[in-house]
């Protein structure tokens, strides 16, 4: 009877948990979570201790991100069920402390796209491009020594990688202005201005986005174009996260070379530096609107020596560009130019990650006072970190702004380079990198970092022609990037974001990004 009656009492409980599951009404215990099964979405919710809830968290970039737990993860495989998701999550009280992280590529920053206490929407499905308006043939014929627009338009989810958006439209000898490492995503490059290696022909990555389906906090699916939404289409061009989730871009295309660009990455000696910092300063003054030569230069230092690499590129294939004939007078490790697909550029500066970064933006003046100043800056923070012995890996990349590009865009963008770029500039990013196990030195290793940071920021700022622009792409969580976009931007940006999410969700329920709320005004 014993045995009878636990078997009878398995198979009710088991009937009662089926029909429980089947009308939606399991309870998780966290709201969010509830509030996405009610809904429906039960086939793509997924919990802890699940294999597609560790593969998510496993592909952040930020080794910090990856050690968060959030109660669960949604992850959308189409707009409308973005949109069920955000409805599902904004009708639930925000009450308490939690809220809801969005992920596309998942290479920002620590806490930018993940969360803790809450939900986290998980793009990652949302990956596919594709070409409208495109020939059948590839438009190599179309080639004729200079890059030009072709009538064919890139639509791109907002989680897919720039190695894969890239290979994918070589296949007709055509590119956007994308990302350069093949590891980052669409979405957070694109929402934060993005620059390209085609930048200095196009604009910025924001500026050749025509076309952005958004889903808006009340579940809206809309587009936002120069006829339709204009003010949100002009928000979205370095606004960040703060308007909606876009679940779609379409970007204009233009032509490459059917034989390859010309460039790659070499590593010179450190004992040529100063002939480095020379032709780089002479690069970003020379490149004008039209130029097809992009070129960043990075700094490495473990304490005890010293690298440095350099990135050139031609996009017409040009071998013997005279931008970066200073480099064959000097001596070399590697030299990894040549004639090649951009792909492999994409593929050769990819980094997957899984180590625990900090770093922090400037705009500096493009002068050699600028960049011997950044050398002592550098050399001094790698020495003081090497002395208290804290196992800091520092990076300093200087990458081109130049002028031009405040008026390269005829749609018009937030970034308010405009009034905020009195010279061609240099946007110099400068971090550390901690092994995940090295994770207690966070504290120091930071302090130092900053302190770092600071020095050159007043050194530029007691200078003629000082910008103030903060790149969001690489800024601290500390930088206020959305006030460096100036006075006027940023009301307008509170206007638009008023206007679309009239509750604020995406200002105080979706956390990380530079948040407009907490943008400040500046002189």
Same mark, same amino acid.
């Given at each position: 009877?014993?045995?009878?009656?636990?078997?009878?009492?398995?198979?009710?409980?088991?009937?009662?948990?089926?029909?429980?599951?089947?009308?939606?009404?399991?309870?998780?215990?966290?709201?969010?979570?509830?509030?996405?099964?009610?809904?429906?979405?039960?086939?793509?919710?997924?919990?802890?201790?699940?294999?597609?809830? &560790?593969?998510?968290?496993?592909?952040?970039?930020?080794?910090?991100? =990856?050690?968060?737990?959030?109660?669960?993860?949604?992850?959308?495989?189409?707009?409308?069920?973005?949109?069920?998701?955000?409805?599902?999550?904004?009708?639930?009280?925000?009450?308490?402390?939690?809220?809801?992280?969005? =992920?596309?590529?998942?290479?920002?920053?620590?806490?930018?796209?993940?969360?803790?206490?809450?939900?986290?929407?998980?793009?990652?499905?949302?990956?596919?491009?594709?070409? !409208?308006?495109?020939?059948?043939?590839?438009?190599?014929?179309?080639? &004729?020594?200079?890059?030009?627009?072709?009538?064919?338009?890139?639509?791109?989810?907002?989680?897919?990688?720039?190695?894969?958006?890239?290979?994918?439209?070589?296949?007709?000898?055509?590119?956007?202005?994308?990302?350069?490492?093949?590891?980052?995503?669409?979405?957070?490059?694109?929402?934060?201005?993005?620059?390209?290696?085609?930048?200095?022909?196009?604009?910025?990555?924001?500026?050749?986005?025509?076309?952005?389906?958004?889903?808006?906090?009340?579940?809206?699916?809309?587009?936002?174009?120069?006829?339709?939404?204009?003010?949100?289409?002009?928000?979205?061009?370095?606004?960040?996260? &703060?308007?909606?989730?876009?679940? =779609?871009?379409?970007?204009?295309?233009?032509?490459?070379?059917?034989?390859?660009?010309?460039?790659?990455?070499?590593?010179?000696?450190?004992?040529? !530096?100063?002939?480095?910092?020379?032709?780089?300063?002479?690069?970003?003054?020379?490149?004008?609107?039209?130029?097809?030569?992009?070129?960043?230069?990075?700094?490495?230092?473990?304490?005890?020596?010293?690298?440095?690499?350099?990135?050139? !590129?031609?996009?017409?294939?040009?071998?013997?560009?005279?931008?970066?004939?200073?480099?064959?007078?000097?001596?070399?490790?590697?030299? #990894?130019?040549?004639?090649?697909?951009?792909?492999?550029?994409?593929?050769?500066?990819?980094?997957?990650?899984?180590?625990?970064?900090?770093?922090?933006?400037?705009?500096?003046?493009?002068?050699?006072?600028?960049?011997?100043?950044?050398?002592?800056?550098?050399?001094?923070?790698?020495?003081? !970190?090497?002395?208290?012995?804290?196992?800091?890996?520092?990076?300093?990349? #200087?990458?081109?702004?130049?002028?031009?590009?405040?008026?390269?865009?005829?749609?018009?963008?937030?970034?308010?380079?405009?009034?905020?770029?009195?010279?061609?500039?240099?946007?110099?990013?400068?971090?550390?990198?901690?092994?995940?196990?090295?994770?207690?030195?966070?504290?120091?290793?930071?302090?130092?970092?900053?302190?770092?940071?600071?020095?050159?920021?007043?050194?530029?700022?007691?200078?003629? =022609?000082?910008?103030?622009?903060?790149?969001?792409?690489?800024? &601290?969580?500390?930088?206020?990037?959305?006030?460096?976009?100036?006075?006027?931007?940023?009301?307008?940006?509170?206007?638009?974001?008023?206007?679309?999410?009239?509750?604020?969700? #995406?200002?105080?329920?979706?956390?990380?990004?530079?948040?407009?709320?907490?943008?400040?005004?500046?002189?």
């Amino acid at each position: 009877m014993v045995a009878k009656h636990l078997v009878f009492v398995v198979a009710t409980l088991g009937t009662t948990l089926t029909a429980v599951s089947q009308s939606n009404e399991v309870t998780t215990g966290f709201k969010g979570c509830d509030a996405l099964l009610d809904s429906g979405l039960n086939d793509i919710v997924v919990f802890p201790g699940s294999s597609a809830y &560790n593969t998510s968290m496993s592909t952040y970039y930020s080794s910090e991100n =990856r050690r968060v737990q959030p109660w669960c993860i949604v992850q959308p495989r189409s707009a409308q069920q973005v949109s069920t998701v955000v409805q599902a999550l904004g009708n639930v009280s925000g009450a308490g402390h939690w809220g809801v992280a969005v =992920r596309s590529g998942g290479h920002g920053y620590t806490g930018s796209n993940a969360i803790r206490y809450g939900v986290i929407i998980d793009l990652t499905f949302l990956n596919s491009t594709e070409l !409208v308006q495109a020939s059948h043939d590839n438009e190599a014929s179309h080639w &004729n020594g200079t890059s030009v627009i072709s009538t064919s338009i890139a639509r791109i989810h907002p989680a897919a990688k720039w190695g894969n958006i890239i290979s994918y439209l070589e296949q007709y000898n055509l590119s956007v202005t994308g990302g350069r490492s093949g590891d980052v995503g669409a979405a957070g490059l694109l929402l934060a201005g993005g620059i390209s290696y085609h930048s200095q022909l196009w604009g910025m990555s924001c500026d050749n986005v025509i076309n952005y389906e958004v889903v808006l906090a009340n579940g809206s699916i809309i587009e936002a174009n120069r006829h339709h939404n204009k003010d949100l289409f002009r928000a979205l061009k370095g606004g960040g996260n &703060n308007f909606g989730i876009v679940t =779609r871009f379409d970007m204009r295309t233009f032509t490459l070379p059917p034989d390859g660009v010309y460039g790659g990455l070499m590593v010179p000696t450190w004992d040529s !530096v100063d002939t480095v910092k020379h032709q780089f300063v002479d690069y970003v003054h020379s490149i004008g609107m039209g130029s097809h030569d992009h070129e960043f230069v990075v700094w490495r230092s473990n304490g005890t020596d010293h690298n440095m690499m350099v990135m050139t !590129v031609s996009t017409d294939g040009n071998k013997a560009s005279p931008n970066f004939l200073p480099f064959d007078n000097i001596s070399t490790d590697y030299d #990894f130019r040549a004639l090649q697909p951009l792909s492999n550029l994409a593929a050769s500066t990819s980094d997957t990650g899984g180590s625990y970064d900090m770093a922090f933006v400037l705009t500096l003046q493009a002068t050699m006072d600028i960049m011997d100043k950044c050398e002592e800056v550098f050399l001094s923070l790698a020495k003081d !970190v090497k002395q208290a012995q804290i196992p800091l890996s520092i990076t300093a990349v #200087f990458q081109p702004l130049p002028k031009h590009l405040a008026s390269a865009s005829s749609d018009g963008n937030v970034l308010g380079l405009k009034q905020n770029l009195p010279d061609s500039s240099i946007i110099f990013d400068i971090g550390g990198t901690l092994e995940d196990s090295a994770i207690e030195y966070e504290g120091v290793a930071y302090s130092k970092l900053a302190k770092a940071v600071e020095e050159l920021r007043l050194f530029s700022a007691a200078r003629e =022609r000082h910008s103030s622009y903060v790149y969001m792409n690489y800024a &601290n969580p500390e930088q206020d990037t959305i006030g460096s976009y100036g006075n006027d931007n940023v009301e307008f940006l509170k206007y638009v974001a008023a206007k679309y999410d009239a509750h604020g969700f #995406f200002q105080y329920r979706v956390s990380g990004g530079a948040k407009l709320s907490r943008a400040g005004y500046h002189d």
